[in-house]
């Protein structure tokens, strides 16, 4: 192995070893605090709150910070992307982009997870459904603050801008594949992965981390905040989020495959988007293989 191809290694285990802290360190504190709880305060796991709080402070204020820890270990060897400033309307475009094509991903997930149950014979869990009951600001806080801080820091600005050296699509696709993979179920991974490369895709075009943050955080305000609101204006309401979910995926189509067809076409033949020797090396390092092998585990306790 060559001088060139042990530092590609050294660079992807460093990723690999970031992401198994930012799933395994989560885990572990949250076994933590439920284990105190119920041996001191066991009347407070009664509320169903309480574990989300734990997961919550568990993933964003432990798990990730210390992923970036280690992530800022690895040289940061490109210069940032240029900035571009965008006006509003732009950026109200680039937000029905992002929402588009996470409910067009979610359509693909559903009939795929529907196949999968009739395979098992019994249905899937979805882990997002107990969302639902619980308090809107918590979840407001959860999806639209902690997530898209956290996650776009992470992934976006401190993951992508690492690998760009092996190329502009390769930094892409390999950080929406991580931020899909991290979710750790198999509900939110392809339109994580699809978001994912949206919101990669807008980092290495305006340069704006913070254009980034707020367009995670008002996809998942669709969900999060829009969503119950539509539920007390009942069907009025209800026609109005579908007709705009409706429309965010028109317009992504449209976006993508028309509107800036020819630019998208000549990012993807200007662009590296690694050869077979860099995404071997990139899969195949040990700290890659432990964070696989972990995610399987995680997945695997989380279906049965």
């Given at each position: 192995m060559g001088e060139?191809?042990?530092?590609y290694r050294r660079t992807f285990s460093r990723v690999g070893v970031a992401m198994l802290a930012m799933i395994l360190l989560p885990v572990g504190v949250q076994l933590l605090l439920q284990y105190?709880?119920?041996?001191?305060?066991?009347?407070?796991?009664?509320?169903?709150?309480?574990?989300?709080?734990?997961?919550?402070?568990?993933?964003?204020?432990?798990?990730?910070?210390a992923a970036m820890l280690v992530l800022r270990t690895a040289p940061l060897e490109c210069p940032d992307p240029e900035?571009?400033?965008?006006?509003?309307?732009?950026?109200?475009?680039?937000?029905?982009?992002?929402?588009?094509?996470?409910?067009?991903?979610?359509?693909?997930?559903?009939?795929?997870?529907?196949a999968l149950a009739a395979l098992r014979g019994e249905p899937i869990s979805n882990p997002l459904d107990a969302?639902?009951?619980?308090?809107?600001?918590?979840?407001?806080?959860?999806?639209?603050?902690?997530?898209?801080?956290?996650?776009?820091?992470?992934?976006?600005?401190?993951?992508?801008?690492?690998?760009?050296?092996?190329?502009?699509?390769?930094?892409?696709?390999?950080?929406?594949?991580?931020?899909?993979?991290?979710?750790?179920n198999l509900y939110q991974m392809i339109y994580a992965f699809a978001v994912g490369m949206v919101l990669g895709g807008i980092l290495l075009r305006t340069g704006s981390i913070k254009g980034c943050i707020l367009l995670h955080a008002g996809a998942n305000f669709v969900s999060a905040g829009l969503l119950p609101l539509a539920g007390m204006m009942g069907e009025t309401g209800n026609l109005a989020l579908a007709m705009l979910v409706l429309v965010s995926m028109l317009w992504a189509l449209y976006w993508t495959f028309f509107r800036r067809r020819a630019e998208l076409i000549d990012f993807a033949d200007e662009t590296s988007w690694g050869d077979g020797e860099t995404w071997g090396h990139f899969l195949v390092n040990p700290g890659m293989t432990l964070f696989?092998?972990?995610?399987?585990?995680?997945?695997?306790l989380t279906m049965r």
């Open positions: 060139e191809a042990r530092r105190l709880l119920l041996t001191q305060a066991p009347a407070l796991l009664e509320d169903a709150l309480v574990p989300y709080l734990i997961s919550a402070a568990a993933t964003y204020l432990i798990g990730f910070p900035r571009q400033r965008l006006n509003g309307e732009n950026w109200a475009g680039l937000w029905l982009l992002a929402i588009g094509w996470l409910y067009l991903a979610n359509i693909v997930t559903l009939s795929l997870m529907d969302m639902g009951d619980l308090p809107v600001a918590f979840n407001l806080i959860y999806s639209c603050l902690l997530a898209p801080v956290c996650e776009e820091l992470c992934f976006r600005w401190m993951l992508l801008r690492r690998l760009r050296p092996w190329g502009d699509g390769f930094a892409l696709c390999a950080s929406a594949l991580l931020f899909a993979l991290v979710h750790g696989v092998l972990v995610l399987i585990w995680i997945m695997w």
